[in-house]
Nanobody, 124 residues
């Protein structure tokens, strides 16, 4: 079993920054990927970014390219999402998710484990 715990959310003004963390426990990974997704009130969950455990390849959704950076610390079994130049439209609950094998994937259905989410609110 895998447990994922997100942290780092909060309230920030537009233009500000936050760094989210996703700590995995229960097992270690040498393959697969970790993704970040977000869900705004009344909207469906959407892909944000993903990184592979093994070689750190990344994919971002277009709306966050150049502003968000996903990274990993394999020794700590932790993935980070550095969010800069935040906008009000980035407001959402952010979830991390793990897929145990395979390549990068932007579909939430491909991920087996999910965290509880952390709220990010960007004020204008």
């Amino acid at each position: 079993q895998v447990q994922l715990v997100e942290s780092g959310g909060g309230l920030v003004q537009a233009g500000g920054s936050l760094r989210l963390s996703c700590a995995a426990s229960g097992r270690t990974f040498s393959s697969g990927a970790v993704g970040w997704f977000r869900q705004a009130p009344g909207k469906e969950r959407k892909f944000v970014a993903v990184i592979t455990w093994s070689d750190g390849r990344t994919v971002y959704t277009d709306s966050v390219k150049g502003r968000f950076t996903i990274s990993r610390d394999n020794a700590k079994n932790t993935v980070y999402l550095q969010m800069n130049s935040l906008k009000p439209e980035d407001t959402a609950v952010y979830y991390c998710a793990v897929k145990r094998s395979g390549s990068l994937n932007v579909l939430g259905s491909a991920y087996e484990y999910w965290g509880q989410g952390t709220q990010v609110t960007v004020s204008s």
